[in-house]
């Protein structure tokens, strides 16, 4: 009831605040709703990632979703709960098998990445009729969002910034050099762990919105372009949060206008803003 | 002539490492002594930087090392200062010298600014080693040498107990001679840390250490300076090919150089 009632005020509250067209049917609302829960977090968690180059991580998170969705539709579970779940189980092997080899994190990284793409389509292509089911993953599906897959962004947006309120300075630190943060005395291999289990979270509730193709970009892409504004560390933070709404907002109106899909057209405006950005760097440097 | 009782800071025994198969350091016993240089030499290849990973606790390995404190530096875990030999982090990265003092002195995020505490720090730091006009800069846009300055400043900020110095080895950045000259002397004279070096610059050793291990995945030997450093122990470490040149005043510290293989591509994991 409570939680009804919340996101009831909240819809409401968008309704004020963008009097537009295309903020005016419920599900667009939702959309609306979700994409400012879910761009911050992204954006959010996208900073460090690019400090750390972490990327491809970030991508072979987003594809072990084929892996996940395919379990979820096996067991008869919602999707969403195995992809998460299956994603997190991804970062944790990944991290675990770095720290225990000689290989290159790319090169560990590119086989976890292929395996999850394979075994998820092994395991649909012996579903028949699962690959209905997995479009909307693939593409994202930000207009078929439910309220309690809205009420589960939300928390995340607020446990993500609960745990960079705790974790931020000392994952840059890392990211900066290990043996120095450790000097510091950050704990390096948990913050390590952590974080990656962080980004798994986001990346697979963020699949919802953008699809699996798209998910890094909604990490990587404000990150990008606020770096091109940004001197410092607070500017850059900052920066990269706004244009995550910007863009958030922006493409879901430009989608319902000229009828793109609504992950994708987020994507492009995020990246119209990092090409803005890059040039407007360009011309003050001259 | 009978030696003071020192105070050791750090002892290592029978401490082996191993990567990817290799044993990289078999049964190391050394001994860090309270508030001496100590430096670390051997060459390419010879454990160097493993060593000091080992210390602060980042490579696996096996045996004992102890952190010893001397009652009069107070109670609990000694603080370790670690100065890298280079740091391999994104230049692009928007962080400036004051966020990157303020990431380890203060406990909210940067991102909503930064202490009243931490700002003082940082320029308190920065200008005990020459750099305060850095202080508002791009950490990715400084050079090697003031880099260096800044990641010195921040080891020695919290008053280590030991600083572990791993001296980079290409010429771009400060060598170990214009530290020591510039403000590394002065500093370790007034607050008298335990120091160790990896050097790999021979004179800057007979000059400025106190103590000298010589490492090539096994103790070769180790001592005082003037002992350790013979032309029999340099030629034991890196080849009879050894160029040493011994010249200046009989004062004992002569110049002694490494060969100049010695000193490359040490960076990665040596």
Not at chain 1, 115 to 140: D, E, P
Not at chain 2, 29 to 49: F, Y
Request: glycine share 10%; proline share 4%.
């Amino acid at each position: 009831m409570t939680v009804e009632s919340l996101l009831g005020s909240l819809f409401s509250a968008i309704g004020v605040l963008l009097p537009f067209d295309f903020a005016e049917p419920l599900f667009m609302k939702r959309a609306i709703l979700a994409m400012l829960f879910v761009a911050p977090a992204a954006a959010a968690v996208g900073v460090p990632l690019v400090h750390f180059r972490m990327a491809f991580f970030s991508d072979a998170i987003g594809h072990s979703a084929f892996t996940g969705v395919a379990i979820g539709v096996l067991l008869g579970v919602h999707p969403l709960l195995t992809m998460v779940a299956f994603g997190l189980f991804v970062a944790w092997a990944i991290v675990l098998v770095k720290g225990r080899t000689e290989l290159s994190p790319d090169t560990v990284i590119g086989v976890f990445f292929s395996t999850v793409i394979a075994l998820g389509v092994a395991v649909i292509s012996a579903q028949k009729g699962l690959t209905r089911n997995l479009q909307a993953y693939l593409y994202g599906d930000l207009l078929a969002v439910s309220e309690a897959e809205l009420l589960w962004m939300g928390i995340l947006l607020l446990a993500v910034f609960a745990y960079l309120l705790l974790a931020f300075n000392k994952i840059m630190l890392v990211g900066v050099h290990e043996g120095f943060a450790k000097s510091m005395g950050v704990p390096v291999r948990a913050l390590e762990i952590s974080f990656a289990l962080v980004v798994a979270l986001v990346v697979t509730t963020a699949i919802r919105a953008v699809g699996i193709l798209l998910v890094t970009a909604l990490l990587v892409v404000p990150a990008a372009a606020a770096r091109n504004v940004a001197r410092g560390a607070a500017s850059a933070f900052w920066a990269a949060a706004v244009i995550a709404v910007a863009s958030g907002l922006l493409g879901i109106a430009a989608s319902y206008y000229l009828d793109t899909a609504t992950g994708a057209t987020v994507v492009l405006v995020a990246a119209a803003f990092f090409v803005v950005t890059a040039l407007g760097r360009e011309i003050i440097r001259r | 002539m009978t030696l003071p009782a020192h105070h050791h800071t750090l002892e290592i025994r029978n401490l082996s490492a191993r990567a990817g198969g290799t044993e990289i350091l078999s049964g190391i016993d050394a001994d860090i002594r309270c508030g001496e240089v100590t430096a670390l030499v051997g060459p390419n290849g010879a454990g160097k930087t493993t060593l000091l990973l080992a210390i602060l606790g980042l490579v696996p390995c096996t045996g004992e090392i102890r952190f010893c404190r001397a009652a009069e530096h107070g109670e609990g875990v000694p603080r370790i200062g670690y100065v890298p030999q280079r740091l391999d982090f994104d230049r692009n990265a928007p962080m400036t010298v004051q966020d990157f003092f303020a990431l380890s002195s203060q406990r909210y995020p940067v991102v909503f600014g930064h202490s009243a505490r931490s700002r003082r720090s940082a320029r308190e730091s920065m200008a005990r080693v020459g750099a305060g006009h850095l202080i508002s800069r791009p950490l990715g846009k400084l050079s090697g040498g003031e880099l260096q300055r800044v990641l010195l400043a921040l080891a020695l900020r919290d008053n280590p107990d030991i600083l572990l110095l791993d001296e980079p080895v290409s010429g771009v950045d400060l060598s170990g001679e214009e530290l020591f000259g510039d403000f590394l002397g002065q500093i370790h004279s007034e607050s008298r840390f335990s120091l160790l070096l990896v050097s790999h610059d021979l004179s800057v050793v007979s000059r400025h250490a106190d103590r000298v291990i010589c490492l090539n995945r096994r103790i070769v030997c180790q001592g005082a300076t003037t002992e350790t450093l013979t032309p029999e122990n340099i030629a034991a470490m890196y080849g009879s090919d050894a160029h040493l040149f011994r010249h200046g005043p009989a004062d004992g510290h002569g110049h002694v150089h490494a060969p100049p293989a010695a000193g490359r591509d040490e960076g990665k994991r040596d």
